[in-house]
């Protein structure tokens, strides 16, 4: 009666002849696992310019690719910045004839206040460039 109570012996404890167990299966595997890595490496040895040719085409290739896929973002970068500076072309053109505009406006109302407000607003370079040069005296540079 003692025996049922106390856990089972080691010793006594019945094994199952039905086969591997858990250990023996996870052993089997690591040796055809060995078993095959010593194959690769036997073969290699035998065919190791083969491989290292091979490896070297791939990084080529690769490289290549690579090298081509960035040609074409270059291309399409440097198509649109073209396009960009068209655009940016036009936009300056565009501002430069509305302030034109404005300033032509301005001496038609022949307000002098509007006039003054747009020189200090876009600056003396929209009325340089339609003065014609004069050949009198130059004024005196104050500070």
Same mark, same amino acid.
């Given at each position: !009666? ?6 089972? +012996? ?8 039905? $086969? ?6 996870? !052993? $089997? ?6 078993? $095959? ?11 190791? /310019?083969?491989?290292?040719? *091979? ?18 973002? =270059?291309?399409? *970068? ?16 565009? =501002?430069? /004839?509305?302030?034109? $505009? !404005? ?6 109302? +022949?307000?002098? #206040? ?15 460039? #339609? ?13």
């Amino acid at each position: !009666m003692e025996s049922s109570s106390s856990p089972p +012996d080691i010793k006594t404890t019945p094994t199952s002849n039905n $086969g591997p167990t858990e250990a023996n299966r996870k !052993m $089997g595997f690591v040796e055809n696992a060995m078993r $095959g890595v010593r194959s690769l490496s036997n073969t290699l040895k035998r065919h190791e /310019n083969y491989v290292i040719h *091979l490896v070297l085409v791939g990084a080529f290739v690769s490289l290549s690719m690579r090298s081509l896929d960035r040609q074409h973002q =270059i291309d399409a *970068l440097e198509a649109e910045r073209v396009s960009l500076e068209q655009e940016n072309k036009g936009l300056k053109k565009r =501002i430069w /004839n509305l302030k034109q $505009g !404005m300033l032509e406006e301005a001496t038609k109302q +022949d307000d002098r #206040n509007l006039i003054v407000r747009l020189k200090a607003l876009f600056g003396d370079s929209i009325v340089q460039e #339609n003065k014609p040069d004069s050949t009198g005296p130059k004024p005196k540079f104050v500070v």
